[in-house]
Nanobody
């Protein structure tokens, strides 16, 4: 069992930055791929970014590539999402999730989810 708690969301301005954190419980955190998804009102939850358990080969959705950076600190059981050059269309609830096996971009392959943190970007 893994429990995830996101933090760092809030109100940002277009062109600004925010950093999200996701703290995980469980001694096997370092073995899992960690993903970030987001869900805007009236839309489906979509893939944002993921990072493998060894911390290499991050993956990004095209809409955030070059603006968002995913990283992890296995010693702290924490994964981060640094967001810069924010846009109003980045407004959503952001979720972190654990992938034990499967495709990093497939929402249905993720096993554990956090409760989400709201990010609102004003123009």
């Amino acid at each position: 069992q893994v429990q995830l708690v996101e933090s760092g969301g809030g109100l940002g301005q277009a062109g600004g930055s925010l950093r999200l954190s996701c703290a995980a419980s469980g001694r096997t955190f370092s073995l899992y791929t960690m993903g970030w998804f987001r869900q805007a009102p009236g839309k489906e939850r979509e893939f944002v970014a993921a990072i493998s358990w060894i911390g290499g080969s991050p993956y990004y959705a095209g809409s955030v590539k070059g603006r968002f950076t995913v990283s992890r600190d296995n010693a702290k059981n924490t994964v981060y999402l640094q967001m810069i050059s924010l846009k109003p269309e980045d407004t959503a609830v952001y979720y972190c999730a654990v992938l034990r096996s499967g495709s990093y971009y497939q929402r249905s392959d993720y096993d554990y989810w956090g409760q989400g943190t709201q990010v609102t970007v004003s123009s």
